[in-house]
């Protein structure tokens, strides 16, 4: 991925249930950051010319961190999730990380079932707390 691809991606973010976009982290700023920080795990999946699967990943040096995994509805069912993962979780590892993790709301049926289709587990002993700077 690259920030030229930002327009695409966010209209593809914008398509999909479960994402929770906002205006700081998701700005075109905000991805031109995470993506020089993360050049080797942000991937999107192209067909025709057109953007239709997306992952944005990176890591603080000790775990990994999974954002905003979309595929365009169309082209859901095709293994492109799959791959986009296959090929983040490589490059994670590459980088001496083994372990990650998703953030996936509790309404977001397709997302969870996603996600346990692929070995990640929930965890009902905590819950995420965070605080605007």
């Known amino acids: 991925m690259v920030i030229e691809d930002y327009a695409q ?22 991805v031109a950051r995470y993506l020089k920080r993360n050049p080797k795990t942000c991937l999107v999946e192209e067909k025709d010319g057109r953007i239709v699967g997306v992952i944005m990943a990176g890591h603080d040096g000790r775990r990994g961190s999974i954002h905003h995994l979309a ?14 993962l296959a090929c983040v979780t490589e490059a994670l590892k590459k980088q001496g990380i083994r372990k990650t993790g998703i953030f996936v709301y509790e309404n ?3 997302g969870k079932e996603f996600w346990n289709s692929q070995g990640f587990l929930s965890h009902d002993d905590y819950f995420y707390m965070d605080k605007e700077l």
Not at 9 to 26: A, P, R, T
């Open 9 to 30: 991606v966010m209209d593809l973010w914008k398509s999909c249930e479960g994402i929770d976009l906002n205006e700081i982290d998701e700005s075109k700023e905000g």
């Open 71 to 84: 595929v365009r509805e169309k082209y859901r069912k095709q293994g492109i999730g799959k791959s986009l």
């Open 108 to 110: 977001n049926h397709i």
